[in-house]
């Protein structure tokens, strides 16, 4: 068998070393020549794209930007009859002249400004005694805000108590006592809860939200819980 040099393991890694350039080049090679050939499509394909980011730029500067404007005003002004205690006109939504808060969600429902109108409006409608329409404008309030979910809830679930459905209110006040991060907040509607499920005769259910506030909320609630507690046992 015929002895290897000591340069022999140099001369390996130089021939690795070459297949592996070679390697690069055959693939750029290849690349080049897909390149040239789907060059009209890759250039269409681009093309969109380019077009697609300067459309959500434009969308949001010409489109969005000038509509949250609009909105702002248009709340602030329903917002300033509220004030004055003129809560229809406040309302509004039955003329362009004035939209008030309903008008305002009508137009600019994409808009947060829009959407907290709706959220006003629901209240107000609230305060009227149209239990349905309140729930439904209600509803179509969100917000990032954890505090104003759980006071949507909560509102939600007055609606749903006007309209002598109990149980559906007891599960929207459910959701509100765990929406928010605020102490006294999640105190408020466990409470709640624990009161209307207490009057539905779910003593399980009462003595769960009053041992809650039992446990974190003793601050807030004066002792009042143990007293509650005593009521799921005879209730």
Excluded: H, W
């Amino acid at each position: 068998m015929a002895k290897l040099g000591k340069n022999a393991p140099n001369e390996q890694e130089g021939k690795e070393t070459v297949e592996f350039f070679k390697d690069l080049d055959r693939e750029a090679l290849n690349t080049e020549r897909f390149l040239e050939k789907y060059s009209k499509q890759l250039g269409i394909v681009f093309g969109v794209l380019i077009l697609g980011v300067l459309g959500f730029f434009a969308y949001k500067q010409f489109v969005v930007a000038p509509q949250n404007v609009e909105a702002v005003k248009s709340f602030l002004a329903a917002q300033k009859k509220q004030t004055e205690g003129k809560d229809k006109e406040a309302l509004g939504g039955k003329s362009a002249a004035n939209p008030g808060f309903v008008g305002t969600y009508n137009e600019y429902s994409g808009t947060n400004v829009g959407k907290l109108s709706a959220y006003n409006a629901g209240l107000l409608k609230f305060k009227e005694g149209k239990f349905q329409e309140a729930y439904d404008l209600l509803d179509n309030f969100s917000s990032d805000n954890k505090t104003l979910m759980a006071l949507k809830f909560g509102a939600m679930a007055d609606a749903k108590s006007g309209l002598n459905k109990n149980d559906e209110a007891l599960a929207l006040l459910d959701k509100a006592s765990t929406a928010s991060d605020d102490p006294y907040t999640t105190y408020y509607f466990t409470r709640k809860a624990g009161i209307v499920a207490l009057g539905l005769k779910k003593n399980a259910e009462a003595k769960k939200y009053f041992s809650a506030i039992d446990e974190k909320y003793q601050d807030y609630d004066n002792g009042m819980s143990d007293s509650y507690i005593e009521m799921t046992k005879y209730f």
